[in-house]
Each structure stands twice: as C-alpha cells, then as structure tokens.
C-alpha cells in the first residue's frame, strides 16, 4: 500500500517491514478471522464501554495535518474491567 511508502520516505525495504508488522498485530489484537478484512464495530462491542464511557474519545475535526485527533482520559479508566488489549482494539478501530 502506498500508505506504507509513504510513512517510510518510500523506502521499499523499511516499508515492507512496517507492513508486515501491522498484519502481525492486526492478527495478535483480532485473530485471523479479522485478518482479511477491515476492523467492525462488532469486532470491539466488548470493549465498546470504553467509548461510551468517554474513556477514549475522537474528537471532532483534525489537527493542522489532517490527522484525527484521540484522546484518553485516565481518571475515568475502569479497573476491574480493562484491559490493554482492549484498549489497543479501541485505538485500533477509530
């Protein structure tokens, strides 16, 4: 993907290499069944508290580059419950 390129001064090597670790964890966060396709709402209902809670938050707009914009708020964390997979999921999809 140009994506890749791009994010590595289209250095073919480094970005091949950046792609392969993007699958590799796309696969560890969602497993294979997730594997050929995009990330759903329905792969992360189970961590879906952390939005609705506003844990994790996407803010409305970009930032000066174009990016969209997350943030996290700690004090409203839930311990019992959550989890750095979960987390990582959540950041994944949005």
């Not at 792609?19 to 069944?33: A, I, R, T, V």
């Not at 759903?40 to 580059?65: A, C, K, W």
């Amino acid at each position: 993907k140009i994506a890749f390129l791009l994010c590595e001064d289209l250095d073919e090597v480094k970005a091949a290499e950046r792609m392969m670790k993007y699958w590799e964890k796309k696969q560890e966060l969602f497993g294979p069944s997730v594997f050929h396709r995009d990330v759903s709402f329905r792969d992360i209902e189970e961590q879906s508290y952390l939005l609705e809670n506003s844990f994790i938050r996407v803010m409305p707009g970009t930032d000066n580059h174009g990016r969209v914009v997350i943030t996290i708020s700690p004090d409203l964390r839930i311990d019992n419950i959550m989890t750095e997979r979960g987390i990582a999921q959540i950041i994944w999809f949005v």
